[in-house]
C-alpha cells in the first residue's frame, strides 16, 4: 500500500510544474553534474513497486560536499545528489540507456529546507532545467518516503561503496 501511495504521489507531482520547491525556496538545477563523481547505477524492472514512477536506468552523481558526506555519514550545506533517470533499451543482447526521464536532484542546505530535513528537492524533466516536476509537492512527493525508509541515512538512499 505505501507502495502505491507513492507511486500515486510522485505521478501527480511530477505532472505538476511550478517553480518553488520545499519551504517556497527553489533547488538549483544541476548544471554539468556528470563531471561529479558517480556513485552508482541501478535499473528497476518492470514488477518493482516503484516502476510506474521510476521505472528505467538510475545513475546517481554527487558533487564534492555530497562526497564527504557519503565517506562520513553527515551531508554539509552544499551537499548535491544527482539521481539521473533515463528510460531502458534492450536489443541485440544488450542493455542500453535511452531517453531522459528525469534529473531528480536533492540539495542541502539545513536553513532553506527546515520543513524537509534540510534537504530540498526537484526534479527536472527530461533534464530541462525550465522544466520543474516537483515544485511544491517536495514535502510530500520526496521527503515522505526519504523521511521514512532512509531517515538513518541522512534521508539519502543510496551509498558509497569502495
Given amino acids: 500500500m505505501k507502495a502505491l501511495f507513492l507511486v500515486l504521489t ?20 544541476p548544471h554539468g553534474y556528470r563531471n561529479w563523481t558517480h556513485v552508482k547505477s541501478l535499473i528497476l524492472e518492470p514488477g518493482h513497486p516503484l516502476y510506474g514512477a521510476f521505472g528505467g536506468l538510475h545513475h546517481i552523481y554527487a558533487n564534492d560536499r555530497a562526497m564527504k558526506g557519503y565517506k562520513s555519514g553527515k551531508f554539509p550545506d552544499g551537499a548535491v545528489i544527482v539521481f539521473d533517470l533515463l528510460e531502458v533499451e ?4 544488450a542493455i542500453a540507456e535511452g531517453p531522459r526521464k528525469i534529473v531528480g536532484v ?8 527546515r520543513d524537509t530535513g534540510g534537504w530540498g528537492y526537484e526534479g527536472f524533466v527530461q533534464g530541462d532545467p525550465k522544466q520543474r516536476a516537483v515544485g511544491d509537492q517536495a514535502k510530500a512527493a520526496c521527503h515522505g518516503c526519504h523521511a521514512e525508509q532512509a531517515a538513518k541515512t541522512g534521508y539519502v538512499f543510496s551509498a558509497w561503496r569502495e
Avoid: E, K
Fill in 10 to 29: 510522485l505521478t501527480t507531482a511530477m505532472s505538476t510544474s511550478t517553480a518553488a520547491s520545499a519551504g517556497g525556496a527553489a533547488v538549483d538545477y
Fill in 90 to 93: 534492450r536489443g541485440g543482447n
Fill in 106 to 113: 536533492m540539495q542541502r542546505d539545513a536553513r532553506r529546507f
